[in-house]
């Protein structure tokens, strides 16, 4: 059992993706439960992705081939943990904001926090202040994300967090703010919870926030 774990996680961690539904399937198969699957197998795959990177030892392209990768698992064990009713790390939900049409480092963070465990609400790019207002009062998100690659976007993430406050449902969440040019004071002076340079670090700080 152990060695179909390490199997798992090491076709994860070097992006195997044409290897990865057949082989989560075979580990089901096997007798393994989906939260095994999931928590001892691909999540301990996507940690050793996340420290990679963070340490500079894995880069972009490598990281959005084991969040693809982690994907196909996904897709297979989505109705097994479904049926067993895994609970969840939380519920995450991110958007890019209005008038910013970048999408592959939002992208990159949902599939981080899916591969973490977390029921994700991706809502795309261009998103405005009150399309993300509606969908927090739908999806009730514990973390919402907020990414903007440009500067002329940026203020849009401000614009995000008042009209939360405006419609009463502010407090209901964390917000992290995240994209290249966004730093942690810009973060603190928008009034969000917190900032994250990267998608290892936004997982890890959305932790903390549930712990
Ligand atoms: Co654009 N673009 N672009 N672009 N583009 C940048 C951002 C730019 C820095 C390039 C440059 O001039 N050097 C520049 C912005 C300058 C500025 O504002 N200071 C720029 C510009 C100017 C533009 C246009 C205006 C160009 C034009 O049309 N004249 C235009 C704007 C379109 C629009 O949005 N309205 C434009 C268009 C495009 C493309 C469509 C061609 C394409 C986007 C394709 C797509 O996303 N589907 C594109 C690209 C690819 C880039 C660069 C080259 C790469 C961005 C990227 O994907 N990086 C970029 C230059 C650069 O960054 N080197 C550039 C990889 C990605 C994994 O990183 O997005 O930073 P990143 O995400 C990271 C972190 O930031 C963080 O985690 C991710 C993973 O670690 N993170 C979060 C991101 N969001 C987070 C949210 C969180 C937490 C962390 O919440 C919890």
């Known amino acids: 059992m152990t060695e179909m774990l390490n199997s798992l996680a090491e076709t994860l961690i070097k992006g ?4 990865m539904a057949g082989l989560t399937q075979q580990a089901l198969d096997s007798g393994l439960s989906a939260e095994d699957v999931l928590q001892k197998g691909l999540l301990a795959g996507m940690d050793v992705v996340g420290k990679r990177f963070k340490s500079g030892e894995m880069f972009i392209p490598e990281v959005l081939r084991s969040a693809k990768t982690m994907h196909k698992a996904m897709e297979v064990l989505r109705p097994a943990l479904a049926a067993a009713e895994v609970k969840t790390a939380g519920k995450f939900m991110i958007a890019t904001v209005e008038g910013d049409l970048h999408d592959i ?16 609400v991706n809502l795309g790019i261009d998103q405005k202040a ?14 919402l ?3 903007a ?20 449902i502010r407090d209901g969440m964390r917000i992290m703010v995240g994209g ?5 004071d810009f973060a603190k002076k928008i009034g969000a919870d917190g900032y994250a340079p ?14």
């Open 16 to 19: 195997k993706m044409n290897d």
């Open 105 to 120: 480092g939002k992208n990159l963070v949902a599939m981080m926090f899916e591969g973490a465990g977390f029921e994700v």
């Open 180 to 184: 290249a040019p966004v730093t942690e």
């Open 130 to 143: 009150q399309a993300i207002v509606d969908a927090v009062k739908t999806h009730q998100p514990d973390v």
């Open 149 to 168: 690659l440009l500067t002329t976007t940026m203020p849009k993430m401000e614009e995000t967090i008042n009209a939360l406050k405006e419609a009463g």
């Open 198 to 211: 990267n998608a290892a670090t936004a997982v890890d700080r959305a932790k903390e926030y549930l712990q």
């Open 145 to 147: 994300g907020l990414s």
